[in-house]
């Protein structure tokens, strides 16, 4: 009999051969491969698929060869997401980790007195040193003492840092202010990556003035400071920051400039206790210091004739009694005062914090960023060098105040000649801004071109030099 069920299963069990192993489909496959039974448009579509693949293998291998691409850009977390708060949490729990490290006051003064009772003192000089094994002697000490986080100062390659006597022994107190800077400056940099809100290593003028303002009560020139004069103090002080570590004008300062900065150690300098006899010349000099502050704000008041919180190139012609030449008020009006700041055709004026800028730059005319803010204003053209014409015009103004003042006839072929061998510019035609840099005397000659009294006090050198030795002779 047929059996049904039986020729079910031999059916069921015989397998279909793959579509690749069937001659027909091979046969249909080389025949549209090969292009021969398409149309125009169909092949012009498979040549661009080919051209199209051999690129991106090309471009695959290239890649491959290079090596991975760094990415250049990474999109900021928005405002309230997850993302920022775990990385706001994630930066606060590191901040903390690594002040937990520091020393604190009473460590510091442990190691300082550990210093003392285990070093050598010299006979002649009476100076406190300790050799290499004392060396070693006091970090174990100060281990057992203070804890596991002072020994990364006690390294070999710390103590070859310092200069060693003919018996190979370093003086403690260098090694002591050593520490104490490094600690400070690490506190520092905890305290202002704090207040980095976007964590990019960077510091906004906001950001910068909170810092400073956390710091005022520490700093023992700065306690007494009336509280509505804070912001205006911390406006001022944040400033001298952004103009010597900002010099591209971006708004922010990078952390690591800042803390290298000389600004950051002048400001450290109020730390010191007024009873230390600080005079009045010093604390003048101190842009940081309170008298410092009143002064430029006291300066910028009284040029403010219409009292309407900017200056006009009038008013600013005022500065330093007049001193400084009208060129170079124009210029410094041309380069550094934005456009727009008021309305009207001419109302362009000079804000607040465009006039620090311009007192920062002539109070430090003798450092890069201050001589790159005047040189600016004495490129007449915007060439980036300066010809003898351009001397020649500059000067023209300071010999009509010098001769309005009463002093003798000068040649100003003379004073030109002068100034191009004070700078020694490498092109025997023009001087630029390297070239004033170089010649360690760009100060001078910006002074001699843009302001009377500048330009005496270089005529008058010599005589001032000597007033300056007779009371030291006293």
């Avoid at 201050?370 to 023209?396: E, K």
Wanted: glycine fraction near 6%; hydrophobic fraction near 35%; charged fraction near 30%.
């Amino acid at each position: 009999m047929y059996n049904a069920s039986g020729d079910g299963e031999a059916s069921a069990s015989r397998k279909i051969p793959p579509a690749t192993s069937m001659l027909w489909v091979r046969n249909l496959r080389r025949f549209i491969g090969s292009g021969a039974g398409l149309g125009s448009e169909a092949l012009m579509e498979l040549e661009t698929k080919r051209i199209l693949l051999d690129i991106f293998k090309e471009k695959q291998q290239k890649s491959a060869e290079s090596g991975s691409i760094p990415s250049f850009y990474k999109k900021k977390p928005e405002d309230g997401s997850i993302s920022q708060r775990v990385q706001r949490l994630a930066k606060r729990r590191f901040l903390k980790k690594q002040s937990d490290l520091l020393l604190n006051a009473d460590d510091l003064d442990a190691m300082w007195n550990c210093l003392r009772e285990n070093c050598v003192i010299e006979d002649a000089t009476g100076a406190e040193k300790m050799n290499y094994e004392d060396f070693c002697h006091i970090a174990s000490v100060c281990t057992e003492q203070i804890g596991p986080k002072c020994r990364r100062f006690f390294s070999p390659s710390n103590f070859m840092k310092f200069e060693k006597d003919e018996s190979g022994r370093i003086a403690i107190l260098p090694f002591y202010l050593y520490v104490m800077r490094t600690v400070s400056l690490t506190q520092a940099r905890i305290d202002m990556s704090e207040l980095d809100e976007d964590s990019d290593g960077f510091l906004q003028p906001h950001e910068m003035e909170r810092y400073i303002d956390g710091l005022i009560p520490n700093l023992a020139q700065l306690r007494d400071m009336p509280v509505t004069y804070m912001q205006t103090y911390c406006r001022i002080a944040a400033h001298k920051f952004f103009f010597f570590c900002d010099p591209h004008r971006r708004g922010k300062a990078c952390i690591k400039k800042v803390l290298l900065s000389n600004a950051l150690q002048e400001l450290m300098e109020l730390h010191q206790e007024s009873e230390e006899e600080v005079t009045d010349t010093e604390q003048a000099e101190n842009w940081f210091s309170l008298t410092s502050a009143q002064r430029v704000c006291d300066m910028f008041i009284a040029l403010d004739k219409d009292t309407n919180g900017t200056l006009s190139k009038q008013e600013l012609r005022e500065y330093a009694d007049g001193s400084l030449t009208d060129i170079f008020i124009e210029r410094a009006f041309d380069e550094h005062v934005r456009r727009g700041k008021t309305g009207g055709g001419n109302g362009r004026e000079m804000d607040f914090e465009s006039f620090l800028d311009f007192v920062l730059a002539l109070e430090n005319k003798d450092t890069q960023e201050g001589l790159t803010y005047l040189f600016r204003c004495l490129d007449l053209h915007g060439r980036g060098f300066l010809t003898t014409a351009d001397i020649h015009t500059l000067f023209r103004d300071v010999h009509q105040k010098w001769i309005d003042g009463g002093n003798y006839e000068l040649c100003i072929e003379d004073v030109r000649d002068e100034i191009w061998d004070m700078v020694k510019p490498g092109d025997p035609l023009k001087i630029t801004l390297a070239d004033l840099l170089s010649c360690k005397q760009g100060g001078t000659v910006a002074s001699m071109l843009i302001d009377v009294r500048g330009f005496w006090a270089h005529d008058n050198r010599e005589n001032l030099l000597q007033e300056e030795e007779e009371p030291e002779e006293e």
